[in-house]
């Protein structure tokens, strides 16, 4: 039997032992998982090496067979092999053994959740005891301060009357004092009973929870040993093998299957040349040459005449004579000559059937004076629009938007000496711009007035940075021009009106305007507002109010948090196709602490555990919390709502070290989890968009509209800080605009400002952005616009947290969502 540790030491002035201990019974289940998820790992090691041992032995198998070392390559080809076997034979136990461990890990959730519902009268128990201290705490110092007073009156020869009346509330002090002392001590006695059984209950189940665990890691050491056992074996038999490979084994091997026989050659006599025989076939004729395919007619024989030797050993073909017969040359396959006895090239036969039908065809008789010949096809190149060229396709803007990307946090993101105003301000980079390469006219990294965009067409997405790697670099406007030219009057037309993929109430018509805008720069409207972009890529993290003084909290306090919630809206809009239009939405929570509050965790060996609800996560489609600091039952059914909470022994040891490195900060902001919010598509967007061009040699027209969408919203309010940026090129001279753009003749970009766009606006949120630009170098490129704008007050996604448990409080609830990459295309 085991000592009853859990019974004997998690009391404590506070009672905040049942919370440390539930808390610790589910990261057992933590545990499990991470223990899961480490034999998985190692089967994928295993498998890994496997397949690679295979394919060495298959390589080994491949290597040259010539030679005398040539046997040993299947002695190395059958032990790779084997050892290749072991590894799999690893992965399939340790497999097997993930199933083991998955099915405890589903049993161990619910007896998790029977416990919570057996140990629910005892957290009962608990805060009813921690209420009723801290109540009896107030109706003590009340009782004495009531006490005391009339003793002073008396002392003092107050009036009977005074004396009389501090006596009357004296006594309900003692009254109210006793009560909530016989209160506690039912409390108490309560509060021991249940907390005896429930100790001892939470030892129970770490002490199955730690067999079970140590059973499983026996089976896992097990399986490996076995594995090196094998793998032991299989080198053992590798090494006999060699040892049995001779050098003269394979000496004789070679001999044996590469030998090209025992005979020596025999000796050859004088043999006296017999001039009868050789005189009698001797028939004089004229010679016929016959021409080697592809030689020259310049490589003639000048011999012409033949010994009857030569004649007889042709007739004979090559063996001694009268062993064959005559050879009929009348009705043999013998090429056709010319008069010069070349050969003539038959008409019906291509050149392949030659080669294969003649005895020289062999690469060694060809002629390495003739070239050879080679048949070369070129298809010609499809023509391509250079318009089109450089412009991405849906796949690749795909590339861009979709594949912005959560990345899990591995330690806490903090920010110190920031006050809890600092924490209500967005970390937003000074423009869009981005050095990193891009594509479709630097469609990534759009910078007011930064260069023009380009025709790059590199199908490249670049990776995206971390969620909380800021953009260095701050846009400064550039100067003011010394003189402003004048440009004529002018309408702006020629922009056929197309529907729209959303109806604004009102239609806008084509409006006159009076003198044109002038092409100057922004006087005192730098590039977008270094206080309202943001980037998909760093996504901001807000804050909170100040609360009580960070250097005044004490321990018996509600400790004061605050809760930061903000989210990035990226889209791109194609067309008036409200189909091809690409959402993606993401977000951060973020907590402030004060300073104090350190103090507080730093004198309690045992602080309540932090402990909070995510509520309404249902449109949330992926959550990554801080996982060096948070917690979570992984066993929670509620789709609407998962349960965090804190490591408390990580935030301190976290915060601590914070202060240590910047003692004079007054708050800290640690992010928390990340989030992935489900869309559904242009629906999902705070506002639609649908831009038009149209490109002459001497003008370009554009219209932009736009409209507010509230649906998008849990609760609609009004998009502040509101800018549209369109690069245009082929050398603009004038511009004319509605309403009114900065234009940038350095860096060919126009720029519209716009007042707060909600359903309080004109025409609802809807209106047209119109341009007409006069060029002296056209025609232009339509171009990729973007957009930003921000909103206060609410998230896109309805996201909300809760503070559960005592000893914390939350001090204010900041939200807010901002555009990341917000663009149209025609």
């Given at each position: 039997?085991?000592?009853?540790?859990?019974l004997e030491?998690f009391?404590?002035?506070?009672?905040?032992?049942f919370?440390?201990?539930y808390?610790?019974m589910?990261?057992?289940q933590?545990?499990?998982?991470?223990?899961?998820?480490?034999?998985?790992?190692?089967?994928?090691?295993?498998?890994?090496y496997?397949?690679?041992?295979?394919?060495l032995?298959?390589s080994?198998?491949n290597?040259?067979?010539?030679?005398?070392?040539?046997?040993?390559?299947?002695?190395?080809?059958?032990?790779?092999?084997?050892?290749?076997s072991?590894?799999?034979?690893?992965?399939?136990?340790?497999?097997?053994?993930?199933?083991d461990?998955?099915?405890?890990v589903d049993?161990?959730?619910?007896?998790?959740k029977?416990t919570?519902?057996?140990?629910?009268?005892?957290?009962?128990?608990?805060?009813?005891i921690?209420?009723?201290?801290?109540?009896?705490?107030?109706?003590?110092?009340?009782?004495?301060?009531?006490?005391v007073?009339?003793?002073?009156?008396?002392?003092?020869g107050?009036?009977q009357r005074?004396?009389?009346?501090?006596?009357?509330?004296?006594?309900?002090?003692?009254?109210?004092?006793k009560g909530?002392?016989?209160k506690?001590?039912?409390?108490?006695?309560?509060?021991?009973?249940?907390?005896?059984?429930?100790?001892?209950?939470?030892?129970?189940?770490?002490?199955?929870?730690?067999?079970?665990?140590?059973?499983i890691?026996?089976?896992?050491?097990?399986?490996v040993?076995?594995?090196?056992?094998?793998?032991?074996e299989?080198?053992?038999?590798?090494?006999?093998?060699?040892?049995?490979?001779?050098?003269?084994?394979?000496?004789?091997?070679?001999?044996?299957?590469?030998?090209t026989?025992?005979?020596?050659?025999?000796?050859?006599?004088?043999?006296?040349?017999?001039?009868?025989?050789?005189?009698?076939?001797?028939?004089?004729?004229?010679?016929?040459?016959?021409a080697?395919p592809g030689?020259?007619?310049?490589?003639k024989?000048?011999?012409?005449t033949?010994?009857?030797?030569?004649?007889?050993?042709?007739?004979?073909?090559?063996?001694?004579?009268?062993?064959y017969?005559?050879?009929d040359?009348?009705n043999a396959?013998?090429?056709?000559?010319?008069?010069?006895?070349?050969?003539?090239?038959?008409?019906?036969?291509?050149?392949?059937?030659?080669?294969?039908?003649?005895?020289?065809?062999?690469?060694?008789?060809?002629?390495?004076?003739?070239?050879?010949?080679?048949?070369?096809?070129?298809?010609?190149v499809?023509?391509?629009?250079?318009?089109?060229?450089?412009?991405?396709?849906?796949?690749?803007?795909?590339?861009?938007?979709?594949?912005?990307?959560?990345?899990?946090?591995?330690?806490?993101?903090?920010?110190?000496?920031?006050?809890?105003?600092?924490?209500?301000?967005?970390?937003?980079p000074?423009?869009?711009?981005?050095?990193?390469?891009?594509?479709?006219?630097?469609?990534?990294?759009?910078?007011p007035f930064?260069?023009t965009?380009?025709?790059?067409s590199?199908?490249?997405?670049?990776?995206?940075?971390?969620?909380?790697?800021?953009?260095?670099?701050?846009l400064?406007?550039?100067p003011?021009?010394?003189?402003?030219?004048?440009?004529?009057?002018?309408?702006?037309?020629g922009?056929?009106?197309?529907?729209?993929?959303?109806?604004?109430?009102?239609?806008l018509?084509?409006?006159?305007?009076?003198?044109?805008?002038?092409?100057?720069?922004?006087?005192?409207?730098?590039?977008?507002?270094?206080?309202?972009?943001?980037?998909?890529?760093?996504t901001?993290?807000?804050?909170?109010?100040?609360?009580?003084?960070?250097v005044?909290?004490?321990?018996q306090?509600?400790?004061?948090?605050?809760?930061a919630?903000t989210?990035?809206?990226?889209?791109?809009f194609?067309?008036?196709d409200?189909?091809?239009?690409?959402?993606?939405?993401?977000?951060?929570?973020?907590?402030?602490?004060?300073?104090?509050?350190?103090?507080?965790?730093?004198?309690?060996?045992?602080?309540?555990v932090?402990?909070f609800?995510?509520?309404?996560?249902?449109?949330?489609?992926?959550?990554?919390?801080?996982?060096?600091?948070?917690?979570?039952?992984?066993?929670?059914s509620d789709?609407?709502?998962?349960?965090?909470?804190?490591?408390?022994?990580?935030?301190?040891?976290?915060?601590?070290?914070a202060?240590?490195?910047?003692?004079?900060?007054?708050?800290?902001?640690?992010?928390?989890?990340?989030?992935?919010?489900?869309?559904n598509?242009?629906?999902?967007?705070?506002?639609?968009?649908?831009?038009?061009?149209?490109?002459?040699?001497?003008?370009?027209?554009?219209?932009?509209?736009y409209?507010?969408?509230?649906?998008?919203?849990?609760?609609?309010?009004p998009l502040s800080?509101v800018?549209?940026?369109?690069?245009?090129?082929?050398e603009?001279?004038?511009?004319?605009?509605?309403?009114?753009?900065?234009?940038?003749?350095?860096?060919?970009?126009?720029?519209?400002?716009?007042?707060?766009?909600?359903?309080k606006?004109?025409?609802?949120?809807?209106?047209?952005?119109?341009?007409?630009?006069?060029?002296?170098?056209?025609?232009?490129?339509?171009?990729?616009?973007?957009?930003?704008?921000?909103?206060?007050?609410?998230t896109?996604?309805?996201?909300?947290?809760?503070?559960?448990g005592?000893g914390?409080?939350?001090?204010?609830?900041?939200?807010?969502?901002?555009?990341?990459?917000?663009?149209?295309?025609c």
């Amino acid at each position: 039997m085991i000592t009853p540790y859990f019974l004997e030491n998690f009391w404590g002035e506070k009672n905040n032992g049942f919370d440390v201990l539930y808390h610790n019974m589910k990261h057992g289940q933590i545990s499990s998982k991470e223990l899961t998820d480490f034999i998985r790992e190692r089967a994928t090691i295993e498998e890994v090496y496997a397949r690679s041992m295979t394919k060495l032995a298959k390589s080994a198998g491949n290597f040259s067979q010539l030679g005398t070392f040539a046997p040993v390559w299947d002695v190395f080809k059958m032990s790779t092999e084997k050892l290749a076997s072991c590894h799999l034979e690893l992965v399939r136990k340790l497999q097997e053994l993930i199933k083991d461990v998955q099915k405890y890990v589903d049993d161990q959730a619910k007896v998790h959740k029977k416990t919570k519902e057996e140990v629910a009268s005892t957290n009962g128990a608990v805060q009813t005891i921690q209420t009723t201290g801290v109540a009896l705490q107030k109706s003590k110092e009340n009782y004495n301060a009531k006490t005391v007073d009339q003793e002073r009156l008396r002392k003092e020869g107050a009036t009977q009357r005074e004396v009389d009346k501090a006596g009357v509330k004296a006594k309900k002090a003692t009254e109210a004092y006793k009560g909530l002392v016989e209160k506690y001590a039912t409390a108490k006695s309560e509060f021991e009973q249940k907390m005896a059984e429930t100790a001892q209950k939470f030892q129970n189940i770490e002490e199955s929870h730690i067999v079970h665990m140590k059973d499983i890691i026996q089976s896992y050491a097990q399986s490996v040993d076995e594995t090196h056992v094998q793998i032991g074996e299989v080198h053992t038999e590798f090494l006999g093998n060699m040892e049995n490979t001779s050098v003269e084994g394979l000496i004789q091997k070679l001999s044996e299957s590469k030998g090209t026989g025992k005979e020596r050659p025999g000796p050859i006599e004088f043999e006296e040349c017999n001039t009868a025989i050789a005189t009698e076939g001797a028939k004089p004729r004229k010679r016929k040459t016959y021409a080697f395919p592809g030689r020259r007619k310049d490589n003639k024989d000048t011999d012409s005449t033949e010994s009857t030797e030569v004649e007889a050993a042709n007739n004979a073909n090559g063996a001694p004579p009268g062993y064959y017969g005559t050879i009929d040359f009348q009705n043999a396959n013998v090429p056709t000559v010319d008069e010069d006895g070349f050969c003539i090239r038959p008409e019906d036969r291509n050149e392949n059937d030659a080669k294969e039908n003649s005895f020289y065809s062999s690469s060694d008789s060809e002629d390495e004076d003739e070239p050879r010949k080679f048949r070369v096809e070129i298809k010609p190149v499809a023509p391509n629009n250079g318009t089109h060229q450089s412009r991405a396709t849906i796949d690749e803007l795909k590339a861009s938007i979709g594949n912005i990307s959560l990345s899990p946090p591995t330690t806490g993101q903090m920010r110190r000496n920031q006050s809890s105003d600092e924490l209500g301000k967005t970390r937003i980079p000074a423009s869009f711009n981005d050095s990193r390469p891009a594509f479709n006219n630097d469609l990534l990294s759009l910078d007011p007035f930064g260069p023009t965009l380009g025709g790059s067409s590199s199908s490249t997405v670049p990776a995206l940075a971390r969620p909380n790697t800021p953009l260095a670099g701050a846009l400064v406007p550039p100067p003011r021009p010394s003189s402003r030219p004048k440009l004529p009057t002018g309408k702006l037309t020629g922009i056929t009106e197309i529907v729209r993929p959303f109806s604004p109430p009102k239609t806008l018509s084509n409006a006159s305007l009076p003198l044109a805008a002038p092409l100057a720069r922004a006087e005192s409207s730098s590039s977008l507002s270094s206080t309202a972009s943001l980037s998909a890529s760093n996504t901001p993290t807000v804050g909170t109010s100040r609360g009580p003084s960070p250097v005044t909290l004490a321990s018996q306090d509600a400790l004061p948090i605050a809760v930061a919630f903000t989210e990035s809206v990226n889209a791109y809009f194609k067309g008036a196709d409200p189909t091809k239009c690409i959402v993606k939405i993401t977000g951060d929570m973020t907590l402030s602490f004060p300073m104090g509050i350190i103090k507080v965790f730093t004198s309690n060996p045992s602080p309540a555990v932090l402990t909070f609800k995510l509520k309404s996560t249902s449109k949330l489609e992926q959550i990554l919390p801080n996982q060096t600091l948070l917690f979570s039952d992984p066993s929670q059914s509620d789709t609407n709502t998962k349960d965090f909470w804190f490591n408390m022994q990580a935030l301190t040891s976290y915060l601590r070290k914070a202060s240590e490195q910047n003692p004079a900060a007054s708050y800290y902001n640690v992010d928390i989890l990340k989030y992935q919010v489900s869309s559904n598509g242009i629906q999902s967007t705070p506002l639609n968009l649908a831009v038009y061009w149209k490109c002459t040699p001497t003008t370009t027209d554009l219209r932009l509209d736009y409209r507010y969408n509230p649906e998008s919203m849990l609760c609609p309010g009004p998009l502040s800080n509101v800018q549209v940026l369109v690069p245009v090129d082929g050398e603009v001279i004038n511009m004319q605009s509605l309403p009114n753009a900065v234009w940038n003749s350095e860096l060919n970009k126009s720029l519209w400002k716009l007042s707060d766009i909600s359903e309080k606006s004109d025409n609802e949120g809807s209106g047209s952005l119109r341009a007409k630009f006069e060029l002296s170098d056209g025609p232009s490129t339509p171009t990729t616009l973007a957009v930003q704008f921000m909103s206060e007050g609410s998230t896109l996604s309805g996201v909300d947290m809760e503070l559960l448990g005592a000893g914390y409080r939350l001090s204010l609830n900041k939200k807010r969502f901002a555009t990341g990459r917000y663009m149209a295309d025609c």
